[in-house]
């Protein structure tokens, strides 16, 4: 196994930041920083380099250093996911998993197949006020609009950041079995519950399995400042 640890990123940790756990699934973390990444550290780490700026590098790097770990505890076989034609990971066939970075910290978790049909995790910051307005009619739709009109500036924020997370994870859990690019609109949060678990739905037709209606559960958590949310889909 290759142990080379690079500067850029901090020691690998098996935890579960999340308020609900999923039997079977390993998440692994890190925190990375670009400016530590050095030239050789993709060969050092027998990892194919990807272009693009330091950040970029340093970003999918911690990925997929994540992503092979949480792969070797869970199948005994350290190996780096692949890049597929669209650009999604390629994992192995007895497992699903889905990797996370931003901000400077990255994750991936991976779970058998034979449990979990997919899987999407995605980390945000928390936007700024300012920010959030601005994007908020770009990533909500209109009943979810509606549902945030009561609620004080920060809540505001926080809750369209949240969207914003649970709809990246929702498009990595379902993009594997759908094979079609759907969009912020075409799903809303139905609900958030006092434990962070939440429930959203499909308003597009995907696939023959996955029609305009059906409902899915995800949850989250917070730290740090940041946002991460998880949808699992169970076998």
Known sequence: MNDYQPACCTALVEHWPLPHALPGA??????????????????RCAITPVSGVSKRQ???????L????????????????????????????AVCGSITHGSGWAAAVVAPHSSWRGLGLDVEKIMPASRAER??????????????????AAQRARRISL?????????KALYPLVL???????AELLSVAADNSVRMRLLVDLH???????ELDGQFGEFDGYLLSLVSIPR
Do not use: N
């Open 26 to 43: 390993c998440l692994i973390s890190t925190q990375f920083a670009a400016e530590r990444l050095e030239a050789d550290d993709f060969t």
């Open 58 to 64: 340093a970003e999918y790097l911690a990925g997929r």
């Open 66 to 93: 994540c992503a092979r770990e949480a792969l070797r505890r869970a199948t005994g076989t350290a190996t780096v996911p692949a890049v597929g034609a669209d650009r999604a990971p390629q994992w192995p066939a």
């Open 135 to 152: 994007l908020a009619g770009e990533i909500l739709t209109p009943g979810e609009l509606f549902r945030l009109e009561s609620l004080p």
């Open 163 to 171: 969207t914003f997370s649970l709809k990246e994870s929702l498009f």
């Open 180 to 186: 079609r690019h759907f969009y912020f609109q075409d």
């Open 208 to 214: 023959a399995d996955w029609p305009a209606g059906s």
